[in-house]
């Protein structure tokens, strides 16, 4: 049923959460975009799942823009807070997959909710697809291209709005967080881990970082903590040393 939902729907877009990331569902989640052709974002510990430099990427910067202009939201692991459009407001409708109940959000309108790994789902949502030899509808391409080119629009702003501010003393955030991430692309192609600490250079930094793999940026979390970064650096030092 929800993938007759997602063949069925016109503008579509795949949300990819902590849950993506904790089950591992990455792989699995770039084959299922590109057999269906979805535009896809990634949220917190999920940014990577869909490596962001991969053509149906969309930076979750401009969900804003594209939720009023999609029919249907398909949520891996996606515990919706109020980070999330304000607890997912103006959202359309939604199919929300998560390995516990308790993050299936009961205030979105959601046709289809299934209780399971994001992974496993993903993979069993895949092998229908190719079992029944599914096609993406013929208007499906004309809403990726609007999509990537809302995004490479709202990529170009972000940068054109920090070159405004290169020579403002004191430095000024919005520079410094483009400046640090093109220090990351340059030394390390960008495959680094990126740790968020505060609020609001949470908001500065996060959409110039491009993620290649899930759990590769750890942000403030649902509180928007302040001092965590220094904990979370040594726990992933310790737990992924390379």
């Known amino acids: 049923r929800a ?43 999920g940014r990577g799942a869909i490596p962001e430099d991969h053509p149906l990427f969309v930076s979750h910067r401009i969900h804003g823009e594209l939720t009023p202009l999609s029919d249907l939201m398909i949520l891996f692991g996606v515990k919706v807070g109020a980070f999330d459009s304000m607890f997912g407001m103006g959202w359309p409708r939604c199919i929300q997959i998560s390995e516990s109940p308790r993050h299936i959000f009961t205030f979105l309108n959601t046709p289809e909710a299934i209780v399971g790994s994001p992974k496993q789902v993903a993979r069993q949502m895949i092998d229908y697809i190719k079992a029944n030899n599914l096609k993406p509808p013929p208007d499906r391409a004309e809403w990726v291209k609007k999509v990537q080119e809302m995004h490479r629009n709202s990529r170009q702003r972000l940068m054109e709005r920090a070159e405004k501010y290169r020579d403002h003393k004191p430095v000024h955030h919005g520079y410094m967080a483009k400046v640090l991430c093109e220090i990351m692309e340059e030394r390390y192609q960008g495959k680094n881990r990126a740790i968020l600490d505060g609020f609001t250079i949470s908001s500065f930094a996060t959409p110039f970082i491009q993620a290649r793999y899930s759990g590769q940026i750890m942000d403030a979390g649902e509180q928007a903590g302040v001092g965590h970064s220094v904990g979370m650096a040594i726990g992933a030092a310790l737990g992924d040393p390379e």
């Open 3 to 45: 993938v007759k939902l997602l063949y069925e729907a016109k503008s579509p877009l795949v949300y990819a959460g902590d849950g993506a990331y904790w089950s591992q569902a990455g792989p699995e989640l770039v084959e299922l975009v590109e057999l269906a052709q979805v535009p896809a974002a990634g949220r917190r510990v």
